[in-house]
């Protein structure tokens, strides 16, 4: 995919030399505690195993990978995952991840349009989904914003402490 470039960010598709940086930007999320339903210290993934994650991505014909970049630097990425079922080949979810110094610029927003672009001019891909924690108000504002629905909620799915709650909320847009 050609690079786009934005005032505020360049999106273009991920690279697998991108696999340390999108390591990089994961670990961070991950250590917020906020966004991300690993632990830190159940996240051990290496440099290599998040190559090969990101090559059998840009390898796969219904998934794909995009980061932003600003300055050269990246500092956000989305990917789109898909099912190997026939009765799901139409559908995919989505996960995003940005750097903390870089959220509430637009960035977020950037990203979630070109996936959405891309879905939209897939041949297969109907349906993207997300999830996201009902304390993410914002996340969920811009997906709103941008046409997603909830579909549902999975209650209390994720427990912080042994009185600390989320629910999973999952939210869906057709793209065709």
Avoid: C
Avoid at 26 to 46: C, G, L, M, P
Avoid at 62 to 82: D, H, P, Q
């Amino acid at each position: 995919m050609v690079a786009k470039q934005d005032d505020k960010a360049m999106i273009r598709t991920a690279r697998i030399e991108d696999a340390e940086t999108v390591l990089d930007i994961q670990r961070e999320v991950i250590k917020e505690k906020d966004y991300f339903i690993a632990v830190s210290e159940e996240f051990n993934k290496t440099v290599e195993e998040h190559q090969e994650w990101i090559k059998k991505i840009i390898e796969h014909e219904r998934e794909t990978m995009f980061v932003a970049e600003m300055n050269g630097k990246v500092v956000g990425w989305i990917v789109f995952l898909s099912q190997d079922r026939k009765r799901m080949e139409h559908t995919g979810s989505i996960a995003i991840m940005l750097q903390k110094d870089y959220r509430n610029k637009g960035i977020g927003k950037l990203l979630i349009s070109e996936i959405l672009s891309w879905a939209s001019q897939h041949p297969v891909i109907e349906k993207v989904s997300l999830g996201t924690f009902s304390t993410n108000s914002r996340a969920i504002e811009l997906y709103n914003k941008l046409g997603f629905v909830e579909e549902g909620r999975k209650i209390k799915e994720f427990k912080f402490s042994d009185d600390e709650y989320v629910d999973d909320v999952l939210m869906y847009k057709l793209v065709k």
